[in-house]
């Protein structure tokens, strides 16, 4: 009777505890992936989940219901999991029109001009060894202007034992984790060919590098080599999913600086956490405030809004320092302003056009930070933010700092530390 009680007390004490111990996984399931809220629901990419795990990768996982994902993969590997999420889609800013009574700026390298970016040119500062990331729509990589200035991964270069040329074998040679990636990489067709569907990021590109040896346009740091990162669509707009993987895999490849012209993502904790993470390995990340001529304050479009300290969220300005009236702005959520008016810039079929948007003004100051970097090479992103914030032009601008990206005052600012 006495050994019947303590085996039934027994019994029900194991089963108790594997009751609770499942419930508890079932709440720690569920605040590693959270239900899509309503407000996300419009944007959110069906039947399509992100999930980043706590070993560093970020795995897409198509076709499932979120009820089948929690069962099979988060709540057997809960402890493993960082954060999981509906995957979204995001997009280039649409391309803001001018208006009239703007003033109309003179010359077509008037932002460069307004910026000083001659003065860091002539003391040799060119973002020398510095690895920028161009996170859009592709690049001409051949561009006239742009040739020289693409990063090569020579991991992928010469010829595999078979003769054939690694950069099209077929083979990731490198072992890096991507096929064929030698100079960049699309995220949206998982190919290392890549073109730019839009022409938004040649663009963005020329801002930040483009060789003025062969041809119109000064890039701000044409010492520094671009990384042509593809995670759109021709229609401009991709996965979230792809934009995350594509930062994670700048910071693999030695890119110190990202350019994000994009936003529109109404929430997601993994893109939040990737810029974070992103931070924390030296990399600064330079995003576009949007073109919605809105307070990020009240109208929040991400990731311009997060305020997150290790982001740089830039608002556009004309060419007599007053906000560009399409721009987004916030006190505390946009850092600067940079020139974002009819700016001329490279443009495929080795052309170049007139574009207007917080998309140009973004790689202005991402171009700056290369040229900071290139000269403080130990320079944290942190360090490189207040240089670019305290070193501006003051200006009736709705940002943060108060003012327009000066690059020679931020490249005094960025020398005062020790080499
Ligand atoms: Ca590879
Ligand atoms: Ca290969």
Redesign the pocket.
């Known amino acids: 009777m006495d050994v019947a009680k303590v085996r039934f007390g027994l019994i029900s004490f194991f089963a108790l505890g594997a009751l609770a111990s499942c419930a508890e996984t079932q709440d720690r399931a569920t605040t590693v992936f959270p239900k899509t809220s309503p407000a996300c629901s419009s944007s959110a990419v069906a039947n399509q989940y992100v999930v980043h795990w706590k070993d560093g990768t970020t795995v897409v996982y198509k076709g499932s219901t979120r009820e089948e994902l929690l069962k099979t993969v988060v709540e057997p590997n809960v402890e493993k999991i960082d954060f999981a999420e509906q995957d979204q889609r995001i997009s280039v800013p649409k391309q803001p029109a001018l208006v009239t009574t703007s003033a109309v700026p003179t010359g077509a390298d008037w932002g460069q001009q307004i910026v000083n970016a001659q003065a860091a040119w002539d003391q040799g500062y060119k973002g020398q060894g510095v690895i920028v990331a161009v996170i859009d729509s592709g690049v001409q990589r051949d561009h006239t202007q742009l040739a020289s200035q693409m990063f090569i ?1 020579v ?2 270069t010469g010829t595999d034992s078979q003769g054939r040329n690694k950069s099209s074998n077929g083979i ?10 030698v100079s960049g990489y699309d995220f949206a067709k998982n190919s ?1 060919t890549v073109v730019d569907g839009t022409g938004h990021g040649t663009h963005v590109s020329g801002i930040i590098a483009a060789d003025s040896t062969k041809g119109s346009i000064k890039g701000l740091a044409q010492a520094a080599k671009i990384l042509p990162l593809d995670f759109m669509d021709d229609d401009g707009s991709g996965n979230i999913s792809d934009a995350i993987r594509a930062m994670y895999y700048a910071a693999q490849m030695g890119a110190k600086v990202v350019n994000a012209s994009w936003g529109g993502a109404p929430c997601s904790q993994n893109l939040q956490n990737a810029i974070t993470d992103l931070g924390q390995m030296g990399v600064v990340f330079v995003n576009a405030a949007g073109n919605s001529g809105l307070s990020l304050d009240d109208y929040p479009e991400y990731p311009a809004a997060y305020g997150l300290p290790l982001q740089i969220t830039v608002a556009a300005s004309t060419a007599r320092d007053y906000m560009s009236v399409y721009s987004n702005y916030s006190y505390t959520k946009a850092n600067l302003t940079a020139p974002g008016d009819s700016i001329v810039s490279t443009y495929p079929g080795n052309t170049t056009r007139s574009l207007n948007g917080t998309s140009m003004a973004t790689p202005f100051v991402a171009g700056a930070a290369a040229i900071l970097k290139g000269a403080r090479p130990n320079a944290t992103p942190s360090d490189i933010k207040n240089a670019l914030l305290n070193s501006v032009d003051s200006a009736p601008v709705q940002v943060s700092a108060r003012g327009r990206l000066d690059v020679a005052k931020a490249l005094e600012e960025i020398l005062k530390l020790p080499q």
Do not use: A, L, P
Not at 172 to 181: A, K, R
């Open positions: 991964n991991g992928e990731d040679d490198d072992q890096n984790g991507y096929v064929d990636d290392g």
